[in-house]
């Protein structure tokens, strides 16, 4: 583990710490005077809750989702499961019943204490479970799967009937007291399952989800000291519990803006690994077949010059690889990356390049491999086909509008009829890649200017 992994953790542990030190001394003001464990009869509010609670635990089952497709690992699937089976379970048997005025039966509300328990089970099994489904059809059988357990647990509290303990009595019983112990023991091994995969792994959802299951630990804590027998009261209990899915909301969509920047440096990687596929081992190979030629005889005066240009142009694509490779894996800040590029580009004195950037417009990760790829591909046109000998390069705003310009003096074309190269195609695609829209201006003999406006 590195420092800032370590760092991480340490402040992990220290927010938990604290969170867990604040929950418990409210919970123990909350035993210690009984008269603060007080609730509230809400239905209204009780019924806003429930519907909120719902709809966060959709939203964070869909987002686990799409990290699942992204990622197809089965810690997303088994969190896909937990989260869908939490909202599946609040909206049939909690939300529908207090729609219709028909109010939650006996049956209904063991039913949704059970599935509950089994969404919270199966969020705290996910830490411990690694590995990928090599098939993205996990997806839907963890759907049908939550359909089967729901229908499964109001079959299961149909059949039993009036043998469950009644919740409307006034009495509290054990089983529900049992219920809610079971699940604040699930969600305290959520809690550890969660922090010890973070301090293995260093993957920033782990520590929101850490911090969820503590306010879901403590939430059901206090349903277990302040019992809710009625559909219409409202506790300390709820409030946690949606503070919880609050806190989801938030580690899940950063979790899925990670993976999406992920997927974008695994790709260009790819790339430019094709590249120099492409290119330095094209060179390398002209390389070694001048040697060999050496070697067999053949004029060095000749041979010699042919050498020592492909070994010049073999150096310069290491160096392009080399520089694409850093700023891809976000190991070079942006601005000098490119700033680098172009002074390599222009090392042979070919091409006279000014690179101008507005340090107050801000790139996101994807923009940043986007434009850097585009702004190479410009400046790479220019050396190939425009016969210029000098070009502009500007990143800024123009009217509230985020700006890329490639201008050059060159011999410039006319655009209606010469048709896009490939390197304009490939400029266009990386464009609408993040949203944005390029634009070609040419005239023969006045050079070109490409400009590309980014995403709002």
Known sequence: MGRPERDAYQALLWGETLLLALL?????LFLAHPSLRTTAELPELRLVFDTSIVLAAALVAVLAGIRFTLEAQRRELLLLAGFATAAAGGFTFSVVPAFDGSGVGRETAWAALAAGLAATALIAAAPFIRGRVRSRAGLWTAL??????????????????DSLPSLSSGDVPMLFVWTGAAEALLSLIAVVGFGVRFRAVGEDLDRWLALASTLGLFAALHFMFTPILSD??????DFLRLLSYGVLLAGVWRAIRFAEFGRAVAEERARVAREIHDG???????????LQMLEHGAPAQKTLPRLKEAASAAQQEARFAVLALSSASGNAPFGAALRRYVEFLTADGALDVELEIDEAVELAPDEQIEVFRIVQEGLANVRKHARAGRAWVTIGDRDGSR????????????????????GLNNMQARSASIGGGLRVSSRPGLGTAVEVTLRT
């Not at 418990?24 to 123990?28: F, I, P, Q, S």
């Open 144 to 161: 049908f799967g939550v359909g089967f357990l729901l229908t499964g647990l109001w079959l299961g509290c149909a059949a039993l009937g």
């Open 24 to 28: 418990g001394a409210a919970l123990a």
């Open 280 to 290: 330095l081992a094209q060179y390398l190979f002209a390389i070694s077949t001048h």
């Open 403 to 422: 700006l890329v310009r490639i201008r050059d003096d060159g011999a410039g074309f006319v655009a209606e009829s010469d048709g896009a190269g490939q």
């Open 232 to 237: 219409g009261l409202v506790s300390q209990g």
